[in-house]
């Protein structure tokens, strides 16, 4: 059943600012762009690469192992070798609190 969780207090990332942590075992990316908040699941499609630690240029994310690129608003891949779509969550804010749907 679908549920809202809490992965950040909304001034705990300022704009270009992210975080990670785990939900239910699952790697998760938060992101503050441009004063709007964006989750994904920080593993790559590619071959599973953790995302985060590669570089973060505006909305677009490049996987460090082989330099896949991903818009993080939509999880669109923006250049290959990954083919696969990432995963996102659909984020909102209640009070101070930066909420995604986890399933
Ligand atoms: S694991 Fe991300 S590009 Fe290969």
């Known amino acids: 059943m679908p549920r809202w969780i809490t992965v950040a207090k909304t001034?705990?990332?300022a704009p270009g600012q992210h975080k990670t942590l785990e939900v239910d075992g699952e790697p998760i990316a938060v992101f503050n762009i441009d004063g709007k908040f964006y989750a994904i699941q920080d593993v790559c499609t590619h071959d599973g690469g953790v995302l985060t630690g590669g570089t973060v240029e505006g909305s677009i994310i490049t996987?460090?192992?082989?330099g896949a690129q991903f818009d993080i608003t939509t999880?669109?891949?923006l250049r290959m070798p990954a083919f696969?779509?990432?995963p996102t969550y659909e984020v909102r804010?209640?009070?101070?609190e930066v909420q995604i749907l986890f399933e």
Do not use: S, T
């Not at 996987?63 to 082989?66: D, E, I, K, L, V």
């Open 84 to 86: 696969e779509p990432l």
């Open 11 to 13: 001034d705990e990332l």
């Open 75 to 77: 999880g669109e891949v």
């Open 93 to 96: 804010v209640e009070g101070d």
């Open 63 to 66: 996987c460090p192992r082989h």
